[in-house]
T-cell receptor
Framework: GAVVSQHPSWVICKSGTSVKIECRSL??????MFWYRQFPKQSLMLMAT?????????EQGVEKDKFLINHASLTLSTLTVTSAHPEDSSFYIC?????????????FGDGTRLSIL | SQQGEEDPQALSIQEGENATMNCSYK?????LQWYRQNSGRGLVHLIL?????REKHSGRLRVTLDTSKKSSSLLITASRAADTASYFC???????????FGTGTRLTVIP
């Protein structure tokens, strides 16, 4: 079945560092990718939706200059947390979907745990 | 917020028992999906039920949908210790493509 690969799975870095997270669809073309954020023992909150070749659509309250999303190809989307601070520490999860396959669900990556010191 | 509500928040049962989780949502939906998440991992899709369907089965899973009450339930029969995880319902609202997740139920199955 379809697989979404997310990398890295775990990042620890100093405050002020920018961190890039990659999300790849391995065996299908992901016309749309979604980025979620999850705090401990809480649900997933949608941050933004990215469509290949166009600007991402951010949810209310999500700073687009803070969380840069690039979806340059049909198999790769990246999320860059710029100048990360401790409050950005969270679990970030991407998902991908081929909208041409209307009956297919979203496929999720295994997530990236980001810890900012 | 369009996030759904799930109850119970946490559920602890003995192996072999059935587990029932409930989900309520707020708006008109295209479909409702259930996902499973092991601790610190991504989500695994379990089952999708469309707005014109009332019940769906997949192995030990049974999902119901009542659009008049804007609610759904997930039943796991003959639970196993390996079923221990968090379970989330997620809705695709009419006219949108993204998922809105419920608050989740943490299921613990005691061997």
């Amino acid at each position: 079945g379809a697989v979404v690969s997310q990398h890295p799975s775990w990042v620890i870095c100093k405050s002020g560092t920018s961190v890039k997270i990659e999300c790849r669809s391995l065996d299908f073309q992901a016309t749309t990718m979604f980025w979620y954020r999850q705090f401990p023992k809480q649900s997933l909150m949608l941050m933004a939706t990215s469509n290949e070749g166009s600007k991402a659509t951010y949810e209310q309250g999500v700073e687009k200059d803070k969380f840069l999303i690039n979806h340059a190809s049909l198999t790769l989307s990246t999320l860059t947390v710029t100048s990360a601070h401790p409050e950005d520490s969270s679990f970030y999860i991407c998902s991908a979907r081929d909208l041409s396959l209307a009956k297919q669900p979203q496929h999720f990556g295994d997530g990236t745990r980001l810890s900012i010191l | 917020s369009q996030q759904g509500e799930e109850d119970p928040q946490a559920l602890s049962i003995q192996e072999g028992e059935n587990a029932t989780m409930n989900c309520s949502y707020k708006t008109s939906i295209n479909n409702l999906q259930w996902y499973r998440q092991n601790s610190g991992r991504g989500l695994v899709h379990l089952i999708l039920i469309r707005s014109n369907e009332r019940e769906k089965h997949s192995g030990r899973l049974r999902v119901t949908l009542d659009t008049s009450k804007k609610s759904s339930s997930l039943l796991i029969t003959a639970s196993r210790a390996a079923d221990t995880a968090s379970y989330f319902c997620a809705t695709v609202i009419t006219g949108a493509n993204n998922l809105f997740f419920g608050t989740g139920t943490r299921l613990t199955v005691i061997p």
